[in-house]
């Protein structure tokens, strides 16, 4: 039962319940007129301290094509956090007004402690460099769409992935699978925090590598998902300099990779896919954010308890 | 030899690992203790080469958690005139609030301050922690 839980970690949820999700999902993509009035008289707050345009403008986009209706803030300065109000003040006024709320952060942990104070359902929007839960739908949506299931497959992860929280949220999900196998492709610094690499992978015995070249991968890989390096989560800039660069999928390194193999990105992208990679029909990141508002229309959908 | 006299009633904690004692002295704020307290730090210890022990002539409250995350192999007695009435086993703690402080300058407890600090035992072998906010683990007191 989905109704009234908040999802801030994509182990929050069982297997058996992302799965209603997904059903959902598929449901919504091949009949999305038939939800179109589902949420009539709810609310959704997009609480976002942190810029982003995608993910809030997918989640606004989801609750108005549901029917519903959208209150907000876009960054933080807009909002009383910029007179010193607490998360948790914000949260509990929040709740007087809306139904359910959708919150993005730049520190790592917030929605968690935000969920401690409310009881209306919270999605993680994404907290810093942490995780990012509902990129994660996305993406499944998207794997299952292209290749029938997420097991049994290589997924190569390529860029930032330290502080990449659409990584640290995929390799958990991907994770509870099994025949899942990691090829983990980033310069030393950038590699995937000890808490992922010791606590998910190795705990649960999938096979992995940390590699720092992408060419002699490709050819293993079902999917290949970039990320870009991010200079916010930087506190030097010579070091965001001198690794933003490090790995730039192009034309000639797409050249490695199978026929079949899918190259995901949770956008937005700055130069690590060449543009010239975009007509390929294996670019399938701009698809991977259309998937991501109908997935989460079935989200809102079955926190609020109505399907 | 350096001698410290048994105490009447208080409580005593023993098999400390050396180099931890003055930080649960410090944890019990024991430097400001107005009755008798030793710490005698590198005693000779048969089963560990040298040892920490606290004596307190006082019956005072102890947060178990924290021994335990120090050190779970530390012995807590418990005297009454002049004898051990009780032994505490100690045990490495499931979860713990308040003890440990996230380092990780992401993580929301660096900027919010009104909640308690929660930490989650992740490996009981190296005594290491996960941060409930922002999962950075650490191993605030190594085994030595």
């Known amino acids: 039962m989905l109704k009234n839980r908040s999802l801030i970690d994509p182990n929050d949820f069982t297997r058996e319940e992302f799965r209603e999700i997904f059903d959902l999902g598929h449901q919504i993509i091949a009949d999305p007129a038939k939800y179109s009035k589902s949420c009539e008289g709810k609310i959704l707050a997009t609480l976002f301290y942190e810029p982003s345009t995608r993910t809030r403008l997918s989640f606004e986009t989801a609750m108005l094509r549901l029917g519903g209706q959208v209150i907000g803030f876009s960054e933080a300065a807009s909002s009383s956090t910029a007179k010193g109000e607490s998360i948790a003040d914000t949260l509990r006024t929040v709740e007087c007004y809306a139904d359910i709320a959708a919150m993005r952060h730049p520190k790592e942990g917030a929605p968690r402690l935000a969920s401690h104070y409310i009881h209306m359902p919270l999605i993680n929007a994404g907290d810093g460099g942490h995780q990012h839960p509902t990129q994660t739908l996305t993406d499944i949506l998207t794997i299952e769409r292209l290749r029938g299931s997420v097991e049994n497959k290589t997924y190569g992860f390529c860029g930032d992935l330290k502080f990449g929280r659409t990584v640290h949220s995929l390799v958990k999900f991907l994770s509870n699978y099994e025949g899942v196998r990691f090829i983990f492709i980033s310069p030393e610094e950038l590699r995937v925090p000890e808490y992922i690499r010791e606590e998910v992978v190795r705990k649960k015995g999938i096979p992995f590598q940390e590699v720092d070249q992408m060419e002699p991968y490709m050819g293993e890989l079902d999917f290949l998902y970039m990320t870009r390096v991010q200079r916010e989560r930087f506190f030097n800039e010579e070091d965001y300099i001198r690794l933003k660069d490090r790995f730039i999928l192009d034309k000639a390194k797409m050249a490695y990779a199978r026929p079949d193999t899918y190259i995901l990105h949770p956008l937005p992208r700055v130069n690590e896919i060449s543009t010239e990679v975009d007509d390929d029909p294996r670019a399938q990141y701009f698809q991977q954010a259309k998937n991501g508002m109908y997935v989460r229309m079935a989200l809102i959908l079955k926190l609020l308890g109505i399907y | 030899m350096l001698e410290i006299t048994s105490i009447e009633k208080g409580i005593v904690i023993d098999h400390i690992t050396a180099g ?100 989650h035992l992740v490996d009981k072998e190296k005594r290491s922690y996960r941060c409930e906010y922002c999962d950075d683990i650490v191993i605030p007191y190594p085994v030595k």
Do not use: W
């Not at chain 2, 710490?39 to 178990?64: E, H, R």
């Open chain 2, 20 to 119: 931890y004692g003055i930080q649960v002295f410090n944890y019990l704020n024991l430097d400001k203790a107005d009755y008798n307290v030793a710490l005698i730090c590198n005693a000779y210890s048969q089963k560990m080469g040298k040892k920490d022990i606290i004596k307190i002539n006082n019956v005072i409250d102890i947060n178990y958690d924290f021994l335990g995350l120090i050190d779970p192999n530390a012995t807590v007695n418990i005297i009454e005139e002049g004898k051990t009435i009780k032994k505490v086993k100690l045990e490495v703690p499931e979860r713990v609030e308040n003890i440990i402080r996230c380092k990780n300058p992401r993580c929301v407890t660096s900027v919010e301050h009104y909640f308690p600090h929660v930490f």
